[in-house]
């Protein structure tokens, strides 16, 4: 059979015992054994190499020693011989690489995967779990499962490679497996009031909001540390490239506490009372915040107040989720008022979508391919993009892609698992999991996170995240700042023969000067200040530079003047320009009598059309 085998050219395993040539290779034959020809295939060789070599060819950009890219740049017109080197190589690795990216790419070209119907009386949201189950596949049926648990109502988390699962009760339970294979890890029973819960770094640690404070735990459960700065959490937020644990509670302070070092990092009051919605940007690790009194408010470490804050909803925010797949653009949000609303994170400028929900406050998570889950009431809503994301003036739901009723209530959490369409809803007597077609990304990054990671690598990873963990300070709202030159300086004059002076610190006169908005007047009482005493064409003696300064402080404490002086912003005040404009008429008026009495200018003679002029 494995003659009949070899002569069909099938693939054959490797014999076990392999013949050395015993005979010494000279450096002739050494030179000349690439150009010699090949034998075939015998039965002393590798049987499953012959018979695949034939049939498949390496793309040119994975070959060895592939030809570098067409179109190149030219660096002739560098004169170091070093350095022209170096660029071409550097062009040319640059250009292997976007090759290789392209090839790696490949199968990413489609956007396929999402339920489809056959006719247009047909609708995605009337096809059930059932028929997902059955169309899925045995390997892909393993997502839908229901867990009947008794402390509830649950909230859960996935760690970063979506193989492990956290969940925590209201009453106290807390409990940590791998779903794929339904290993237990860790479950406790805390018999005291919890939060939320969240994995940090990897699936190695996890952090629980108890009653009182922040506890953190190993994988077997064993308690690692009592968090005593943070008091009555009510949500918490891991951000795996800067290390840092977000808490936020019932005082109404958001706080960083870095997991590698044990130091509080930063520490904001947010002035807003209680809260108890949080989620982070994945793009830039801003941390949202919703408020009690309906307002959302975006945090960084490095800034004591709010980057942005925003009014979103009528009543307290009960839910907010930020879009990955568009790289943080959007954000949704969900309040008591009964609404639903998708905001654009570049402007701020309105609502793009609103509509209103059943049953009041609603849960909300996005996926990582922009589908948008809304559990309120009893049901649980799936909602795809473009709908979602294009601005539509009237109050009314995007169309429905999916649906699924859940009897028990409340739903308190919905989470995505990545790379996989599977979505998990915690409610009051546990947990269900659905089937979402299309909803996670099939494509993962082993090197961010791995799913099928052992050990070693684990560990490994952890070292290389420690290593190039990311400064708190670092956080903003543009993360593109990052590895860009600092802009230039607004304006730099030179003054008293000192170049490049900045513009904020130039003197007030020299600022002036600069802007062409100087007093002539002025200037010259500042070009006089230092001669005291000394005579003018008219032989007066200027005055010194205690009386100049006394002379012009006269008025400004009258209460108009104090009044002007606390409304003076930087900003157009349509009440300052009025009463500027008042005091401006008020002073020619003054000018004109006085010119009048000096008998400069005549006084105006009155019209018959005065009695329409009531101004």
Known sequence: MDSLFARADAIQPLSKKKKHNKQPKNLDTRKNASTRPKPHAGPSSDKTLA????????PRSLRPHSPPPSNLPKH???????????????????????????????????????MTVDNEMERTWRVGQDEIVKGAGMEGAKGRQEWRLDGGPYRSRYSRNGRHLA??????????????????????????????????????????????????????????HRLKSHI????????????????VGNPGYLKYQDTSTGAIVAEHRTKAGACRTMTQNRHNAIIHLGHQNGVVSLWTPNLPRPA??????????????????????????????????????????????EWATRGGGAELEWSAKGALAVATGGSVNVYTKPSIQTPFAAKAAPPLYLTHAIPHRPLTSVRFCPFQDILVVGHNAGLSSLLVPRSGEPNFDSNEADPFENKKRRQEREVKGLLDKIRPDMIA???????????????????????????????????????????????????GAGAVGTEDDGGKKTKSKAEREKRKMRGK????????????????????????????????????????????MEPKKPSALDRFNRS
Not at 233 to 238: G, S, W
Not at 323 to 330: H, L, Q, W
Not at 487 to 512: M, Y
């Open 51 to 58: 018979s695949i070599t034939p049939h498949t060819s390496l």
């Open 76 to 114: 002739g017109h560098i004169q170091d011989r070093k350095l022209r080197t170096h660029l071409d190589r550097q062009a040319a690795h640059a250009a292997r690489s976007k090759t290789l990216i392209e090839d790696a790419e490949m199968l990413l070209v489609g956007d396929a995967g999402w």
């Open 167 to 224: 969940i925590v009760g209201s009453t106290g339970h807390v409990a940590t497996f791998d779903w794929q294979t339904g290993t237990i890890h860790a479950e406790l029973q805390l018999q005291e009031t919890c939060r939320d819960i969240t994995f940090l770094q990897d699936q190695s640690f996890f952090a629980v909001a108890q009653k009182k404070y922040v506890f953190i735990y190993d994988r077997n459960g064993v308690e690692l």
């Open 232 to 247: 009555e959490p009510t949500r918490l937020e891991f951000l795996p490239y800067h290390w840092l644990l977000a808490t």
């Open 308 to 353: 942005v804050q925003l009014l979103t909803h009528l009543g307290p925010v009960l839910s907010l989720s930020v879009d990955p797949s568009t790289g943080g653009r959007y954000m949704a949000s969900s309040g008591a008022d009964g609404t639903v609303k998708v905001w654009d994170c570049r402007n701020w400028k309105g609502a793009v979508r």
């Open 477 to 527: 709202l543009d993360p593109d700042f990052v590895g860009s030159l600092a802009p230039p300086t607004r304006l730099t004059t030179a003054v008293h023969d000192k170049l490049d002076i900045p513009f904020a610190r130039l003197p007030r006169l020299e600022r002036l000067r600069v802007q062409g908005t100087a007093d002539e007047t002025e200037l010259d009482a500042d070009a």
């Open 557 to 600: 404490g009258k209460s108009l003047k104090r009044y002007l002086r606390k409304q003076r912003k930087n900003v157009i005040d349509p009440t300052a320009v009025a009463i500027r404009a008042k005091l401006e008429k008020q002073r020619e008026e003054r000018r004109v009598v006085k010119a009048i009495e000096k008998g400069e």
